[in-house]
């Protein structure tokens, strides 16, 4: 899977990726839900939410348990998804929710994810979420 995309892209998708990122993040980190997290990021409206990190966040809260399952299905035996430093699964979770839920190339879901890590991650994390990204299995 090789992207296609710019190494840091700058579009409105990449900037509603970071706040999906940041949505599901603060959600896992508070112990709630995507949704009643987005829900208050949205009343909140600062900054505001695009349209495209609520279709990010839905669909990963409508299909979590299978994305997770194809994340933790990728990985070596050795690591388990809650082993995953939370940005590089929070990254994970976007890309495969993009690629299976709202089509997103493969390409262009795998260039993003790494973007995110490259900038919110370790310095490992990009080539490990290539890694895993690349493992997982679309149907």
């Known amino acids: 899977m090789t992207g296609t995309a710019p190494r840091h ?32 990021r949205t009343d909140a409206a ?14 990963f809260d409508e299909h979590a348990a299978d994305v997770d399952a194809r994340i933790s299905a990728a990985l070596d035996k050795d690591w388990s998804l809650d082993r995953m430093p939370l940005v590089d699964r929070t990254a994970c979770r976007i890309a495969v929710t ?14 993003e994810a790494i973007a995110l890590v490259e900038e919110y991650s370790t310095d490992e994390s990009p080539t490990f979420v290539s890694g895993v990204l690349n493992n997982v299995v679309l149907d």
Do not use: C, N, Q
Request: proline content about 7%.
């Open 46 to 59: 600062e900054p505001p939410v695009r349209e495209y990190t609520g279709e990010i966040v839905r669909a």
């Open 9 to 40: 892209p700058s579009s409105t998708r990449h900037k509603a990726r970071k706040r999906a990122l940041d949505i599901m993040f603060e959600a896992e980190l508070r112990g709630r839900s995507v949704l009643a997290t987005l829900t208050e």
């Open 98 to 111: 993009e690629m299976v839920y709202l089509d997103l190339p493969i390409g262009v879901a795998v260039t």
